[in-house]
C-alpha cells in the first residue's frame, strides 16, 4: 500500500536554528499538508498546499514558517529560528483529491 | 475548532464490539464525518468517512443518524490492537481541498 514517507524520524536541535523536515508525499498525489502534535495535545493543522502554492494556513504557521516542492516529489517544511515552542511531532500528510488522507509516521522535532 | 464532541475515554473488552459515539450538531449537508485513530505517538491512521449513508469496511462500520448529527463508529471485535485515541472529524471545506480539523478524541482501551 502506498505511503507517506516522513524523514527524519527525530531530530534534535538548538534553539534559534533552522531545520527542514522531509516529506515524500504519494506519487500521484496533488494535495499537500502538514500537521503538529505537541505532546499530549491535539493534531493541529498547519498548512495545505496545492498548485506549488499555499491554500490555507493556520495562526500557528506564521513567518517563520516555510512549505516548498522543490523538485516535484519532496514536500518540505522550514523553520527558520526555531524555538522551544516549536518542540512536537510534525505529520505530513497527502491527499490525490482532497478528500481521502494519507499520513505520514512523523518526525519528532525536540529543541533544546 | 473542531466541530465534534467525543467522550474522553472508553474501554472494551477484548473480542466485543467497540461503539464509539460522536456528536456533530452543528454539520453541514455537505459535510463529511471521517474517522482517524492514533497508535501511541504514530501518525493518525483512516478508519472510514461518510456523508448520509451508513458505511463499512474492512476494518469497522460507520452509523449516521438521519438527521447527521451524530455518528458512531462500530469495531465489531476488538483486540488488544486496537487501543488507541480515536478522532471523530468534520471534514471543512477550503476554496483548494479540505483540511481535518482535530477534537481531542476518545481513547480506547481495549481489555482482556
Known amino acids: 500500500e502506498p505511503e507517506v514517507t516522513q524523514t527524519p524520524s527525530h531530530q534534535v536541535t538548538q534553539m534559534g536554528q533552522e531545520v527542514i523536515l522531509r516529506c515524500v508525499p504519494i506519487?500521484?498525489?496533488?494535495?499537500f499538508y502538514w500537521y503538529r502534535q505537541i505532546l499530549g495535545q491535539k493534531v493541529e493543522f498547519l498548512v495545505s498546499?496545492?498548485?506549488?502554492?499555499?491554500?490555507?494556513k493556520s495562526e500557528i504557521f506564521d513567518d517563520q514558517f516555510s512549505v516548498e516542492r522543490p523538485d516535484g516529489s519532496n514536500f518540505t517544511l522550514k523553520i527558520r529560528s526555531t524555538k522551544l515552542e516549536d518542540s512536537a511531532m510534525y505529520f505530513c500528510a497527502s491527499s490525490e483529491s482532497g478528500y481521502g488522507y494519507t499520513f505520514g509516521s512523523g518526525t519528532r522535532l525536540t529543541v533544546v | 475548532d473542531a466541530k465534534t464532541t467525543q467522550p474522553t475515554s472508553m474501554d472494551c473488552a477484548e473480542g466485543r464490539a467497540a461503539n464509539l459515539p460522536c456528536n456533530h450538531s452543528t454539520i453541514s449537508g455537505n459535510e463529511y464525518v471521517y474517522w482517524y485513530r492514533q497508535i501511541h505517538s504514530q501518525g493518525p491512521q483512516y478508519i472510514i468517512h461518510g456523508l448520509k449513508n451508513n458505511e463499512t469496511n474492512e476494518m469497522a462500520s460507520l452509523i449516521i443518524t438521519e438527521d447527521r448529527k451524530s455518528s458512531t463508529l462500530i469495531l465489531p471485535h476488538a483486540t488488544l490492537r486496537d487501543t488507541a485515541v480515536y478522532y471523530c472529524i468534520v471534514r471543512v471545506a477550503m476554496e483548494y481541498g479540505n483540511k481535518l480539523v482535530f477534537g481531542a478524541g476518545t481513547i480506547l482501551r481495549v481489555k482482556s
Open positions: 506519487s500521484n498525489h496533488l494535495y
Open positions: 498546499f496545492y498548485n506549488n502554492e499555499i491554500s490555507e
